[in-house]
Structure formats: structure tokens, C-alpha cells
């Protein structure tokens, strides 16, 4: 497994396991697989439900719990900021049994964000999350929290996809020691992306699936990928991605495919932020 090493030292995974939208009683099951075909890198949120499941499955493992890198996220909190913050975490860590993670992630860049943020500087600090940042943060809002903060974000975790590819995101974020990590990875199968001529031109070339080039094309960009699936063999093929490297030529070929809009929705959208941030979850 290759690694970035995050802006305070912390190494994380270049490729990773996410457990979106799978049911709690596949999550056991799905994270055990994945944690068998190389996984060390897990991505769920306590608006998942399923962090119990994941605990289970790390608990389960046999694999050291230092050799794993487990990542969930805050939902955006009623005031008080800081009280909620550290109820939240502490209660994502009694569902997954343990005593800290390595990243925890404020899940949406709506709320009180800056009572969030230095409640989650405080907890990063007593050791409860190793390395601590955003999701869905756009560079605006990115750089505003992280100029008026002490701890810079050590991850931004994004839409990034072949039809959204968030180069000048991508750059703002290295320029400030940030690391993009990408949700969707496959766009979850979104514009036909499984079947996409171009990548899957490129695949024939090497013998790998379009899913592998897209994960290749991620991991060799720096974006760390976390791609979600329930099929142990998809687990497998999603992970055997580090025989192989594209070209230049390739890279460019790929870049044309960005659209530069989300497939999904955009959190500057007045009508998904009332939505987003209005959502509560039990935690
Ligand atoms: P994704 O990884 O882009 O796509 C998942 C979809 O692709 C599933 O339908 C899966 O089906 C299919 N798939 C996986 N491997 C495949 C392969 N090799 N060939 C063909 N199909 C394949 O979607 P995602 O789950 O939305 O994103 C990945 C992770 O990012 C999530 O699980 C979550 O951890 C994180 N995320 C974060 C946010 C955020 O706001 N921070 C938002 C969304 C997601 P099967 O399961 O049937 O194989």
C-alpha cells in the first residue's frame, strides 16, 4: 500500500473502503471482505448508521489497530457547537469500540462551522481524532476556515470524479498543505462512466477495467479514492491497482472528460443547503 503523509505527520492510505449506503446488516459482512482483500483505510459517518457494523468487523479482524485507518464524520450540530462536537465524536467512537480515529471529518460545511471546527481542534489535540477535516468544502469556505483557525485541515474530502475532476481545487488545497481525498470515486456509476469508451480504451491497453483506470488515474493524481462496493470481487478488483501506470498522453486524454459541475448537487445551491443543514441525525 502506497501512503500520503498528512500535513501533521499522520500517514493515511492512498486507497481506501467507503460504506455509503450500505445497509447496517451488509456492513459487517462488506467491511470484513474488504478489510481481507488489503482495505486499512474505512470511510463511514455517524449518518451512515452503520458505524457499529464497521466496529464489529475491525474488532473481528485480527489486524493491529494501528496497522487500520478509520475515518467518520460529524453531522452538522445544533448549538452548543462545542458540547454536541464532543458528544458526536464520542458517541461515533462507543459504536465503533474504540478509543480515538484517525480522521474525523466535518461531514458538511453548514452549522455553526467554526464552534465545530475548534471543538474538533480540541479533540484532534487530546488525541480522540488523529488527524481531524472537511468534506464538501469548496475553495472559498475552505480557505476562509482555514485562515482564521489554528489547525489547517489535514483533508477535504470531495466530489471528484472523471466528469468532475477538481483540478484548481486539487491546487488550492496542495498550496495550503490540504489533502483531496474523493467521494464517488465512480461517480456511483453515474453518465455511464462503467462503460465509458474512453476509459475503457485505455483499460484494454493494461487488462484492467474502467474502475481500475479511474482509481489509478485518482491515486496517480494524489486524490485518494475510496471507492464503495458490496461485491467481494469488485473489493479485490477495485484494490489491484498499483501494476500498472498511464501516461502523460493518457493523463490528458482523461483530463478532457471534465465537465467542472457535480453529478450529484451543489452545496452553494441555496435549496440543497436548506436541506443539508436542516437534516438531523441521532448523534
Ligand atoms: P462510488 O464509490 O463512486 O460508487 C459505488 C458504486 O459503484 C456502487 O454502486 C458499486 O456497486 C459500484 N461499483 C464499485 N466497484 C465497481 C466495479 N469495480 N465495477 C462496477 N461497479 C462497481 O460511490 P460512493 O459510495 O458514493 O462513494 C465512495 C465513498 O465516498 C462512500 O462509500 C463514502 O464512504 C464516501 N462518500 C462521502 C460523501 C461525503 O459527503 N463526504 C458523499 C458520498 C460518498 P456494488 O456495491 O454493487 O459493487
Redesign the pocket.
Known sequence: MQYVTLNNGVEMPVLG??????PPEQTERAVSEAIAAGYRLL???AA?GNEEAVGRAVKNSGVPREDLFV?T?LWVQDAPAQENTRRALETSLTRLGLDHVDLY?M??PFGDVYGQWRAMEDLNREGLAKAIGV??FYPDRLLDLTVNNEITPQVN???T?PFFQRTADQDLMREHGVQIQ????????RNE??TQPLLAGIGEQYGK????VVLRWLTQRGVV???????AE??A??FDIFDFELTDDQMAAIATLDTGASL?FDHRDPEIVAWLAKRRIDA
Open positions: 473502503f467507503g460504506v455509503y449506503q450500505i470511510d463511514t459517518a451512515y475515518t464524520k471529518l461531514h458538511q468534506a464538501n474530502q470531495i466530489e470524479h474523493s467521494w464517488g470515486g465512480f461517480a456511483e456509476g462512466l462503467f477495467s474502467v474502475a481500475q479514492a475510496i471507492p464503495k462496493s458490496v461485491r469488485r473489493m478488483e477495485n450529484f
